[in-house]
């Protein structure tokens, strides 16, 4: 089946670093999706991105949808303590109507 | 306004065993669906239902039946449970027409 490409697996960040993951895939997406996963809860939405080089920001969060509509990135700002946690990409391929990838996940852990 | 629940937070199972997870939404959307998580993958899609009464399978179906008798409510069932169906179990709800999800908190299932 399809699959989704993200990277970095995991990030060992400073308070105060900006972050930058990315997610790509070798067909072409309709939908890009980030959601954050904290231990022991659910994913929650953090940016849904709908056309071709839409830039959108949540707070100090940015993401992009890749103009080739094959990858989308997700940047942090001055990170903070409560960042941590696994950052997911998901996105609806071209030829799907429900159904979303996965991405395995950016784990952001910070030094101490 | 509780979102997405789901019962019961926790279980195990001996092989061979039967049991059904239980989704209830009370944001009125109507789409749902079910999702494992495993260790250092991607969430990946067991059964989707698009309305009341309708259900389709997503990616790994097998060993696993759904039911969506009621729009708020969304049921898993695991027939005769294996060990390889140990996992995390989520389920989502999102408005029809778009690809935004919003998750519950997760079962934890152990077969031993």
């Known amino acids: 089946g399809q699959q989704l490409n993200q990277s970095p697996q995991s990030m060992f960040i400073q308070e105060g670093e900006d972050v930058s993951m990315n997610c790509t895939s070798s067909s072409i997406f309709n939908t890009w999706l980030w959601y954050k996963q904290d231990p022991g809860e659910g994913p929650v939405l953090l940016i849904a991105?709908?056309?071709a080089g839409e830039l959108t920001s949540n707070g100090r969060l940015t993401a992009q949808f890749g103009i080739t509509r094959k990858d989308s990135f997700l940047n942090i700002s001055a990170s903070i303590p409560s960042d941590v946690g696994i950052y997911f990409c998901a996105g609806r391929p071209m030829d799907s109507n429900y159904q979303l990838i996965w991405g395995a996940g950016t784990k952001l852990i910070i030094k101490p | 306004n509780a979102g997405v629940t789901q019962t019961p937070k926790f279980r195990v199972l001996k092989t061979g065993q039967s049991m059904t997870l239980l989704c209830a939404q009370d944001m009125n959307h109507e789409y749902m669906y079910w999702y494992r998580q495993d260790p250092g993958m991607g969430l990946r899609l067991i059964h989707y239902?698009?309305?009341?009464?309708?259900?389709a399978k997503g990616e790994v179906p097998d060993g696993y039946n759904v039911s969506r008798l009621k729009k708020q409510n969304f049921l898993l069932g695991l027939e005769s449970a294996a060990p390889s169906q140990t996992s995390v179990y989520f389920c989502?709800?999102?408005?029809?027409?778009?690809?935004?999800?919003?998750f519950g908190p997760g079962t934890r299932l152990t077969v031993l």
């Open positions: 239902s698009v309305g009341e009464g309708t259900t």
């Open positions: 991105l709908y056309k």
């Open positions: 989502a709800a999102g408005l029809a027409g778009t690809d935004t999800q919003y």
